[in-house]
């Protein structure tokens, strides 16, 4: 069974910094595509950012340059630095994983990210 969970949210000043991590089990990170997905209060979940199997990356243009995604493949873990944080990124975040169709498939519970103007 595969399980996704994040952690490392938390509450930080705008400019500010924050790195999210997502311990996967039950799935092998190295084998195919994660991502990143956050949902705002009252507004639609919106994806943020994806690794494929070979670490290409792609990012959404409202955090492109501030926000960096990264896998630990022996740790089985997916990142997400978040620097310059605005008060825009304040959302709930979670991580996803590819299944075998190479769509997201697998979700975790999300971590809660407050950026206070």
């Known amino acids: 069974q595969v399980r996704l969970e994040e952690s490392g949210g938390g509450s930080v000043q705008a400019g500010g910094s924050l790195r999210l991590s997502c311990a996967a089990s039950g799935y092998t990170t190295s084998t195919n595509c994660m991502g990143w997905f956050r949902r705002a209060a009252g507004k639609a979940r919106e994806w943020v950012a994806t690794i494929t199997s070979t670490d290409s990356t792609a990012y959404a243009d409202s955090v492109k340059g501030r926000f960096t995604i990264s896998k630990d493949n022996a740790k089985n873990t997916l990142h997400l630095q978040m620097n310059n944080l605005k008060f825009e990124d304040t959302a709930i975040y979670s991580c996803?994983?590819?299944?075998?169709?190479?769509?997201?498939?697998?979700w975790g519970q999300g971590t809660q990210v407050t950026i206070s103007s």
């Open positions: 996803a994983a590819c299944g075998t169709r190479g769509t997201f498939a697998f």
